[in-house]
């Protein structure tokens, strides 16, 4: 049977190359970076220069760049490290962060006396830049909004706010509020210059740009002080104690050169199918409607509600005819709840559990659009004819 | 909270044999829009708000009081759609259930005959019996038979999900301490926010009553 991985967003496949790069580190040049001899050495000479490429791509110093495990530890070190380093104070996120923002922005606001607030984004999952600025306090030490979001792909306007907030820093000539992006799903597609962006602290990780899973690395300008996570030895500055995953980070540094050095070509490749999915979709099945930006958005996201059926019934029927695709369902989800990104559209739970998401990547060919595009108008009749709900299309349209 | 979750062939498919069989190749589910005569008592339960929701076309034999036909339509995940396949198996196989024996299938009893299904899915997903019962009250009230309704005992706190206080009770003897918790069980109020307060409440009173 014919297999389409559409799930991209989720995880990709490790580049080759980066394997490559990678292999001598699993058997070869085991040495402990912080090991006293040449082994040792060794190990921290392939760390610097990783750290030097990676802080390249930044346009940042080598020593802003920490390692951390992954996305959800970075932007956790992020948040959890600026607010406990100050001590008190308001935060400013949007309502569509992924969870390992709001998470950990809840905990502060539940457990530990932060304020919160949420900025909600228009019916395409843009946030606003003068709804950022207005929700800035005195007191606010913290923005944290994402690059790109990692459900429906739309590309929020960084570059915008994090200008604002430098403005209004300057006018008040204050250090706060910080600004911090979450680029994991951005990475492979848009500039990831910080001076561009105006950000002070930016995550990244490898398991969506064709690198290792299990690293990552957080951005954090010069003199911003972190309060760790965790507690040990003298790596990472101290501000990421524990032995540094070398073969990860050598992955990590080479998936991410590769991705930005080929991000032009690819976008251009992806837009076209993106937008043939998408709109194949469109026309070929009744009652369905694009969640996102229909431009504003990632090249390889297409994220469509299709009414009256349920998102883990569509995916496991696409599953059997060898589709890999996912979805906002809360049948999903450990929660039971649909997707907080489809509500934040102010779209209702019924458009939220009927959710479907295809995130395109390298490997996607023509080919493979037209495969889906045949194979899901026959499932989505089958499912529908089996269902006793008709949602009004006044309420997604 | 959930992010976009996906399945990977060789790993996560939770499901059993039987539950894939039901799932991929329903049985009575209603393909068309019923003649008059196709059935005498329907019956409802959930809300595609909550995620799922089921509906039955139910026909008894007047004389044994024995389940001929039970189609239905379901908008759900996986375990919704097979759990109710299997559901229609059992009420008509062998020459059908009678009503009395009808109204004691048990979601337990549903469950046993897919295999097992993975524990999060069980509370919610399982909801044919709920159904049933509203039919058979149906079929009830349409042959003047009001003498056999049976209302069930308990009181219902979100009239959407078909959620009772006994369900809230169970939920938390299972374990679940917190309205999160219960909800992941029981899916009290998802959609239906306007109930929360109440359950709250009976979650205190459980909570006390239990483990005070």
């Not at chain 1, 040792?40 to 990783?50: H, I, M, Q």
């Not at chain 1, 604002?164 to 990831?192: E, N, V, W, Y």
């Not at chain 2, 509203?134 to 003047?144: E, K, L, Q, T, V």
Request: charged content about 25%.
């Amino acid at each position: 049977m014919r297999t389409v991985y559409l799930d991209h967003a989720a995880a990709t496949p490790l580049d080759p190359r980066a394997f490559e790069a990678m292999r001598p580190f699993l058997t070869q040049t085991y040495g402990n970076p912080s090991s006293f001899h040449s082994a040792g050495k060794e190990a921290k000479d392939a760390l610097d220069a990783a750290r030097s490429s990676l802080a390249t791509i930044l346009g940042a110093r080598a020593d802003e760049i920490l390692f951390t495990s992954g996305g959800t530890e970075s932007d956790n070190l992020a948040i959890l490290g600026v607010c406990r380093a100050l001590g008190k104070g308001h935060i400013v996120t949007s309502a569509i962060e992924h969870q390992a923002v709001m998470e950990a922005v809840g905990h502060l606001e539940k457990k530990e006396g932060f304020e919160v607030t949420y900025v909600p984004v228009d019916k395409h999952g843009l946030v606003d830049p003068e709804a950022v600025v207005k929700a800035i306090r005195p007191d606010t030490i913290l923005v944290s909004i994402m690059y790109a979001n990692n459900e429906i792909g739309t590309i929020e306007p960084i570059a915008e706010i994090g200008n604002a907030i430098q403005k209004m820093r300057q006018a008040a000539g204050s250090k706060s509020p910080l600004f911090h992006t979450d680029a994991c799903q951005a990475a492979g597609a848009l500039d990831l210059t910080v001076e561009k962006l105006h950000v002070d602290l930016l995550t990244l990780n490898g398991s969506k740009i064709y690198g290792p899973k299990g690293v990552g690395l957080l951005y954090v300008r010069r003199g911003i002080k972190l309060q760790p996570l965790l507690f040990g030895g003298s790596q990472e500055k101290g501000i990421r104690p524990g032995t540094e995953n070398v073969v990860g980070i050598v992955g990590l540094a080479t998936a991410l050169t590769l991705a930005q050095a080929e991000a032009k070509t690819e976008t251009a490749r992806l837009i076209p199918l993106r937008d043939k999915l998408i709109s194949g979709i469109l026309k070929s099945i009744p009652k369905t409607r694009l969640n996102g930006h229909p431009t504003e958005r990632l090249p390889n996201n297409v994220n469509i509600s299709i009414m009256d059926i349920e998102g883990e019934a569509m995916i496991l029927y696409l599953d059997a005819r060898g589709v890999y695709a996912s979805t906002g369902s809360a049948c999903t989800s450990a929660s039971l709840d649909p997707s907080h990104v489809i509500l934040a559209l102010g779209m209702p739970y019924e458009v939220a559990h009927g959710s479907v998401r295809f995130t395109l990547g390298r490997s996607t060919s023509e080919a493979d659009i037209d495969y889906v595009l045949e194979v899901l108008p026959p499932l989505v009749e089958k499912l529908r004819s089996m269902s006793p709900v008709s949602v009004d299309e006044k309420y997604f349209l | 909270m959930p992010d976009v979750t996906s399945f990977d062939k060789k790993q996560s498919w939770f499901y059993t044999d039987i539950v894939r069989e039901h799932f991929f190749h329903p049985q009575n589910f209603l393909d068309h829009d019923p003649a008059e005569d196709e059935f005498n008592a329907i019956g409802k339960v959930g809300s595609p708000a909550c995620g799922d929701e089921l509906r039955v076309w139910m026909l008894v034999d007047a004389e044994s009081q024995r389940i001929k036909n039970f189609s239905w339509r379901t908008f759900g995940c996986g375990s919704a759609i097979a759990s109710t396949s299997i559901a229609s198996v059992m009420v008509t196989e062998n020459g059908g259930l009678t009503l009395e024996e009808a109204r004691k299938l048990k979601p337990q009893d549903i469950m046993a005959r897919l295999g097992g299904l993975p524990p999060r899915k069980f509370h919610c997903s399982v909801l044919c019996d709920k159904a049933l019962r509203d039919a058979i009250n149906d079929y009830y009230r349409r042959h003047d038979e009001f003498d056999k309704i049976i209302n069930e005992a308990w009181r219902v706190v979100d009239p959407v999900a078909k959620v009772t206080d006994h369900d809230i009770e169970e939920a938390v003897l299972d374990g679940a301490a917190t309205l999160e918790a219960v909800q992941a069980k029981t899916k009290v109020g998802i959609g239906n926010p306007s109930v929360l307060p109440a359950v709250e409440e009976l979650i205190r009173f459980y909570r006390e009553k239990y483990f005070g």
